[in-house]
């Protein structure tokens, strides 16, 4: 038992990651059966092993103070406000609520629609700000004021994440406030505050997925011809389960059958600045393979996103190539992440790492690192001053 715990605590980044990879095979086998989870396993998954267990040969990385405590303690506090005016910036700039709108709504369209919204409708410099506000600044100063035992900066900022985070009506942002949080508490074995902030969380989630679902509390759910009479829990229940077991393996598959098949490699035309230098219009699959995916929303008008693993956006540029490739690269942000772990409070860098490394199973890990958060979480914890 004490060897597999020195293992974790060495290798902590790379073991979850193995979990979240195990997790995938469930809904790929569900929905493809073998055709596609050994060709992953020797193209992907093998190579990963091995280019990380390389890495622990390349030399260790050494991290300087670079802010001191007393001008940390300052920054934090910026951090704060700037989150605080952002927030504001954001609500007005809506006009309205969406937690409100989307709970008013008679129809699961129109509710879905309000959600979108809420993000789609900004201006890059805001969309961004808002993204980065919410999945790394707040995050981040939560817990830096909560391990600094600093009472009143932790309170303002964790009440602003979560009420942020609802009234946008966006699930995953809830998870992005208060997992960290919850995850350090676990790892400090502050259990009655981990229980408390744990349920809440769920709380939260449950009455965002309430809201977004008018069916739910009076509405109609328009999306679907076939209903099935079933209670509100179960329904919750089994929709969550469902979203996190079986939709993100899934629809790794779904995009194996349609690459190259229904659409071309992209061969580097997803990215914006290269796309540009070729002189060819940026191609976003996330978006295009949404009709494929679900023909008969698409014919009802509704156009959504289709978000896979990290390694199936280097397979959708080139092939089976890729996906070696995206094993290197991912053994390369493990090697970082260990050095980085050891350089700050542990618990600390690992609870505010731990949700975008689990988001990795539906998400692309460029994504993540510059305009999901992740990279402004590194940086943060790069300049926070050394344990």
């Given at each position: 038992m004490k060897n597999l715990k020195y293992i974790f605590l060495k290798h902590p980044y790379f073991i979850c990651y193995t979990c979240i990879y195990l997790l995938l095979q469930i809904g790929l086998i569900q929905h493809s059966g073998l055709q596609y989870a050994p060709a992953l396993l020797f193209l992907f998954f093998i190579p990963l092993c091995l280019a990380y267990g390389l890495s622990v040969y390349l030399p260790e990385l050494k991290f300087s103070a670079l802010i001191n405590t007393q001008k940390w303690a300052v920054i934090e506090w910026f951090l704060l406000l700037s989150s605080a005016l952002i927030i504001v910036t954001h609500l007005i700039w809506l006009g309205k609520i969406p937690l409100i709108e989307a709970w008013f709504a008679e129809n699961l369209s129109e509710a879905n629609q309000i959600r979108?919204?809420?993000?789609?409708?900004?201006?890059?410099?805001?969309?961004?700000?808002?993204?980065?506000?919410?999945?790394?600044?707040?995050?981040?100063?939560?817990?830096?004021?909560?391990?600094?035992?600093?009472?009143?900066?932790?309170?303002?900022?964790?009440?602003?994440?979560?009420?942020?985070?609802?009234?946008?009506?966006?699930?995953?942002?809830?998870?992005?406030?208060?997992?960290?949080?919850?995850?350090?508490?676990?790892?400090?074995?502050?259990?009655?505050?981990?229980?408390?902030?744990?349920?809440?969380?769920?709380?939260?989630?449950?009455?965002?997925?309430?809201?977004?679902?008018?069916?739910?509390?009076?509405?109609?759910?328009?999306?679907?011809?076939?209903?099935?009479?079933?209670?509100?829990?179960?329904?919750?229940?089994?929709?969550?389960?469902?979203?996190?077991?079986?939709?993100?393996?899934?629809?790794?598959?779904?995009?194996?059958?349609?690459?190259?098949?229904?659409?071309?490699?992209?061969?580097?035309?997803?990215?914006?600045?290269?796309?540009?230098?070729?002189?060819?219009?940026?191609?976003?699959?996330?978006?295009?393979?949404?009709?494929?995916?679900?023909?008969?929303?698409?014919?009802?008008?509704?156009?959504?996103?289709?978000?896979?693993?990290?390694?199936?956006?280097?397979y959708a540029n080139f092939g089976w190539w890729g996906l070696p490739w995206a094993a290197i690269q991912l053994a390369i942000l493990f090697w970082f992440l260990n050095n980085l772990h050891i350089k700050t409070n542990t618990a600390l860098a690992f609870s505010l790492q731990l949700f975008p490394l689990i988001l990795l199973g539906s998400g692309s890990l460029l994504t993540l690192l510059f305009s999901g958060g992740w990279g402004l979480i590194i940086l943060l914890l790069t300049l926070r001053p050394n344990k």
């Open positions: 979108k919204s809420s993000s789609a409708s900004l201006p890059t410099w805001l969309h961004y700000s808002s993204t980065w506000t919410i999945r790394a600044i707040l995050p981040s100063t939560i817990l830096f004021f909560f391990i600094e035992k600093k009472k009143i900066g932790f309170i303002i900022s964790l009440t602003l994440g979560v009420i942020y985070a609802l009234l946008l009506m966006q699930k995953s942002l809830i998870l992005w406030s208060l997992f960290p949080l919850v995850t350090f508490l676990i790892l400090s074995k502050n259990w009655r505050m981990a229980v408390f902030m744990a349920l809440t969380m769920i709380g939260l989630f449950v009455l965002s997925v309430y809201a977004n679902n008018p069916q739910l509390h009076g509405g109609k759910h328009d999306l679907k011809v076939q209903q099935h009479s079933e209670s509100k829990t179960n329904l919750i229940a089994r929709g969550i389960a469902h979203r996190v077991l079986i939709v993100p393996g899934k629809t790794i598959g779904l995009w194996f059958d349609h690459v190259p098949k229904d659409k071309p490699y992209l061969y580097g035309r997803d990215f914006n600045l290269y796309a540009k230098l070729i002189e060819q219009k940026p191609i976003d699959y996330n978006l295009e393979l949404y009709a494929l995916f679900y023909p008969s929303y698409a014919k009802q008008g509704i156009k959504g996103s289709v978000n896979t693993a990290h390694f199936m956006r280097a």
